[in-house]
């Protein structure tokens, strides 16, 4: 295969393997540009990733994987030294702007990451590449390949794929939780916290694959929860479950779209609002409602904590008002020093959904007019 043909296959391997909210609108129409995808970054700015393998041949069985061991796939791989030679010309033609690298196994962790490790080498010490790098960490790999990639790469993950080690022995049981996975993440927190942010700096991550072994949301937020606590992971991506032909999962029901939201949507809650676990509404298996966002659901299921004055009440209790999010709460703090909030106007120009937030708020001490809105919304 050529290059082009290479990118098109490796691409379409790696297009389930997230990095960031990507969407599909600003993607080129070559054949080239349907596996470069606008990536937001840490600090808000986006940038077009080129998302590849560098092999899709992978001596794993994982259940839902679509380049799984022995499934009927198209199969290729780059050296080091030919992927970074092309992703080199791709930037020079001002194509992308960055890079994101997973594998499969192709012989075993460790010899796989030797490969990837030295193609992003290549990019930073050869080529001079000075921009946004996404590199994955391997099932299994060593503290020393953990030490390699984090000097090189701005972003490491590993993909848990599932909460704990039992939901992970029904979808990949030839992978051990604690020692293949979590503990990769452990020597990456680590280097990066004594580097003082030097090392990776825009973290690590990690993907859950939601529905396919059977788990609750209510799993997957404990253990994103842990991770942001115990590991210092800066997000977690949610992947609904879809069945691939030709795989053991094949003719398992599809986990719905609206899953993958409401976790997405709790996640937010988690990061930037100051909810705790058990300030989430389940339902009785352990799921996030469908019939709203979990935000609402939380002010519906604790009428005692509102209505909440605008003029008095603190971020926290701010933060859980539907319709007020993070930079709308903080002008609210920093313009009622000057004086009275007295209007919905004046929280709409603060930048919330005033329509969401009347019904939970006083202003002034008076409840101004609303209506109850609908079940269906997005949090704010």
Partial sequence: MDVVQKIEVLGESARYDLCSSCGTAARQRDDLGRWIYPAALPDGKTVR?????LTNVCEKNCYYCGVRAGR??????????????????????????????SS????????????????????????????????KL???????????????????????????AER?????????????????MQVARRLIDESGG???PAGQTTQFVVGAAGEPDREILGTTAQLYRELGLRRAYFSAF????????????????????????????????????????FDEVGNLPRQADPKLIYARSHPELFPVEINRATREQLLRVPGLGPRSVSR???????????????????????????PYILLNGKRPPHQLSLWEGEPV
């Fill in 49 to 53: 990733l080129l998302k590849v393998l």
């Fill in 332 to 358: 609210i703090l920093r313009w009622r020093r000057g004086g009275t909030l007295q209007q919905l106007a004046d929280l709409e120009k603060a930048g919330a959904v005033v329509q969401r937030a009347a």
């Fill in 198 to 200: 030097r090392l990776a």
């Fill in 138 to 164: 391997l099932p299994g790999i060593s503290a020393a390949h953990v030490e390699q990639a984090v000097q090189w790469a701005d972003r490491v993950s590993v993909n848990l794929e599932a909460p704990n």
């Fill in 242 to 281: 879809q069945p691939m032909p030709g795989t053991p999962l094949d003719g398992r029901p599809p986990a719905p779209a609206w899953r993958e939201h409401r976790l997405y949507q709790a996640d937010w809650l988690l990061r930037f609002y100051g909810f705790a676990l058990d300030e989430l509404v």
């Fill in 72 to 101: 009927d796939v198209p199969r290729t791989h780059f050296t080091p030294e030919e992927l970074a030679a092309a992703f080199d010309q791709m930037h020079r033609a001002d194509l992308v702007d960055g890079l994101f690298l």
């Fill in 104 to 135: 499969g196994l192709w012989g075993n962790a460790g010899q796989t990451m030797d490969r990837m490790i030295a193609c992003v080498e290549l990019l930073r010490t050869r080529y001079r590449f000075p921009g946004y790098i996404h590199l």
């Fill in 168 to 184: 992970l022995a029904a979808i990949a049981p030839h992978k051990d939780f604690f020692r293949e996975l979590t503990a990769p």
